[in-house]
């Protein structure tokens, strides 16, 4: 099993360029997350989905759009990019929602200049 | 929403000794999760306890739920184990919608 998987792993947009950051898993996860990271912050929850066709704001959803495309795909997508979005992102899964354990992806390190 | 603390921010120390990183939470919660961040940025879960002391290896974790306190200890500590290691519980008590994270610990065991 791959477990999670994130693409691209490195990438850098000028500002109002958009993207979209992919995460899939194999584990036959319920629920998946979205969560940036930067230097003295800590991880914090951009967007989750608990279940298949349903998804919710976190912490710091602004700037930011989601799609659960099916069980194992979601991605999120910046529309217009933004200096202030440069960190490193993470994608993880979890059996369901509640008290399960969280299987993090390798990162997203992006760059908006 | 919940409030994760952790201390120390950076932790120096020699090979061999025991080390203890704490963390305390401001929303009463039923499991508390310890992660580890590689210095390469991958983040694997080390634990996660809803109760009373967890071991794995040289790692133990313990909690306690009344004082919203949890401690992750590592025995015999190696170089190996120079790591960020990061405390998170759920945003909510019920823990649906994703993970607080503390802002982690800097561990470094020099040879």
């Known amino acids: 099993n791959a477990g999670v998987t994130q693409t691209p792993k490195f990438q850098v947009l000028k500002t109002g360029q958009s993207m979209t950051l992919q995460c899939a898993q194999d584990m036959n996860h319920n629920s998946m997350y979205w969560y940036r990271q930067d230097p003295g912050m800590g991880l914090r929850l951009i967007y989750y989905?608990?279940?298949?066709?349903?998804?919710d704001k976190g912490e710091v959803p602004n700037g930011y759009n989601v799609s659960r495309l099916n069980k194992r795909e979601f991605s999120l997508r910046l529309e217009s990019a933004a200096p202030s979005q440069t960190s490193v992102y993470f994608c993880a899964s979890s059996e369901g929602r509640g008290y399960y354990e969280q299987y993090f992806g390798p990162g997203t390190r992006l760059t908006v200049t | 929403k919940n409030e994760v603390e952790q201390s120390p921010q950076n932790l120096t120390a020699q090979e061999g000794e025991f080390i203890t990183i704490n963390c305390s939470y401001s929303?009463?919660?039923?499991?508390l999760h310890w992660l580890q961040q590689h210095p390469g940025g991958g983040i694997v879960s080390l634990f996660m306890l809803s109760s009373g002391k967890k071991k794995h290896g040289r790692l133990i974790a313990t909690i306690n739920i009344q004082e919203k306190h949890s401690s992750l200890h590592i025995t015999a500590s190696h170089p190996r184990d120079s790591a960020v290691y990061i405390c998170?519980?759920?945003?909510?008590?019920?823990?649906?919608?994703?993970?607080?994270f503390g802002k982690g610990t800097h561990l470094i065991i020099q040879p």
């Open positions: 989905s608990a279940s298949e066709g349903t998804t």
């Open positions: 998170a519980g759920p945003n909510s008590g019920g823990g649906a919608d994703g993970l607080t």
């Open positions: 929303v009463g919660i039923s499991a």
